[in-house]
């Protein structure tokens, strides 16, 4: 019996991980295989750990050890390589292990929730469809720049040193194939570690869209009880969000600013030479695990802050049908105060709270908005189940954590302060940004 079971759960995971005719992530896995992270065969899986081994480990210790040029001068000798080595292998190693984890452990669809898309509306599901089709975009948007200009130094670096780089053989063919797998190597890093991120930033996603959806049931009829059922529903998938992702988030920010303290040793020391280029790629690699950062933060303190706004509307929802309650009971004989035949408003609002919406900016949505909900919808529901539901999302705030610490807009707020100020003193160091 206890076999029989164990037979099903893995053909289960199999059938989680495979591609269909129709599948949505068809096209999405090829974008995998020809990253060579796909891991749903046994000869996909050798194929992409041998390139894992070559690209982020192999090429790299080969390259530090063998290109290290002590005898170059001033323009292409490497002092702050073994950083650069180190900080975007670690990376690399980092996101390729959580990926291969979550990939092998939940399968590709439940890893990125199209299993759960069943349960949701049909706006959801078209925009994270959407998303999904876009992410790929967004990765060539963040590593094409970074490899374009890893690309100009290191063809510099090896057209103006020929005669002083060492090679075996012939120098030219020595330095094209050194020059392929340096780049080669750099490109699988980057690309794998923005990878990560991005899908990080696609489940995220996900997750705003559903908030958004969920912030409409304020605006109709709905029970209290299916509320209440729809928002632990949602924290669910917010703490399973943070459980699975936490390692790679906390490993990340620990990698990323260790090399950040790195470069600052390395480029303040006594006799350290910097300036474009000696240190223009450790400016790149600086700028590169930065910006992959805090894509992280910046996914993750969002929607934080579109489920914390959820006690915001819960109580202006409250606000506003507890006045019309108030209202609806008036007796019609009740003496008004008038001057002039108008009655007075202490808060007069009119016309132009129209086009003071309008420069509220792109933030304002169903979520996080300053409309009043229309009152009309709630007047079947009694004030103490309001109240008792207010005083809930209140005390049960949700978001994205890492170890029990809350990733909102505060610690976002301290860690990009401390990142960028490394990075730019950096950048000051080398190109003169300051």
């Known amino acids: 019996m206890g076999d029989e079971r164990e037979r099903l759960l ?56 063998l290109l290290a040029c002590s005898s170059c001068d001033a323009k292409h000798r490497r002092p702050y390589d073994s950083v650069v080595q180190l900080s975007l292998s670690s990376v690399a190693v ?90 080669c190597s750099w490109l699988y890093r980057t690309s794998v570690f923005f990878l990560m991120c991005v899908l990080f930033r696609l489940i995220c996603h996900l997750q705003i869209l559903r908030l958004q959806d969920f912030a409409r049931v304020f605006q109709v009829g709905s029970d209290v009880e299916a509320v209440l059922k729809e928002h632990l529903r949602i924290r669910r998938h917010l703490q399973i969000i943070s459980h699975r992702n936490r390692v790679f988030i906390l490993f990340a920010l620990m990698i990323v600013t260790a090399s950040q303290f790195a470069s600052l040793l390395s480029t303040t020391r006594s006799r350290a030479d910097v300036n474009i280029f ?73 016309a132009n709270d129209e086009s003071d919406g309008s420069e509220a900016g792109d933030e304002d949505d169903d979520v996080d908005n300053t409309r009043l909900i229309p009152a009309y919808a709630n007047s079947t529901i009694s004030f103490h189940k309001r109240q008792a539901l207010v005083i809930y999302f209140e005390n049960n705030r949700a978001g994205i954590s890492v170890y029990g610490f809350m990733l909102d ?15 730019l003193w950096l950048l000051g160091k080398t190109i003169g940004i300051s």
């Open 409 to 423: 807009r505060t610690s976002l707020n301290t860690i990009f302060m401390i990142e960028m100020s490394l990075v």
């Open 94 to 183: 980092l996101s390729f292990l959580c990926l291969s984890r979550c990939i092998r452990d939940y399968g590709l669809r439940r890893f990125l929730f199209f299993d759960k898309l069943r349960d949701e509306s049909e706006m959801v599901r078209k925009n994270y469809t959407d998303q999904l089709n876009r992410s790929m975009k967004i990765l060539s948007l963040f590593v094409l720049p970074c490899f374009a200009a890893e690309a100009t130094y290191k063809i510099w670096w090896y057209s103006s040193g020929r005669s002083r780089i060492p090679f075996l053989g012939n120098v030219y063919v020595s330095d094209v194939i050194a020059c392929m797998l340096e780049l």
């Open 278 to 350: 000696t240190a223009g790629e450790l400016a790149l690699c600086s700028m590169t695990l930065v910006a992959g950062l805090l894509v992280l933060l910046r996914s993750a303190t969002k929607i934080t802050h579109k489920a914390q706004a959820i006690t915001c509307i819960a109580a202006k929802w409250h606000v506003c049908a507890t006045i019309d309650s108030f209202e609806s009971n008036d007796p019609a004989d009740t003496p008004r105060i008038q001057v002039g035949g108008v009655t007075p408003r202490p808060f007069p609002s009119g």
């Open 10 to 65: 893995r053909k289960n995971k199999f059938q989680r991980s495979i591609s269909y005719a129709q599948d949505e992530l068809q096209s999405f896995r090829s974008w995998l295989r020809w990253m060579c992270v796909d891991q749903s065969t046994i000869s996909t899986a050798c194929l992409s750990w041998s390139v894992f081994i070559l690209l982020a480990i192999a090429v790299p210790v080969m390259s530090h050890f």
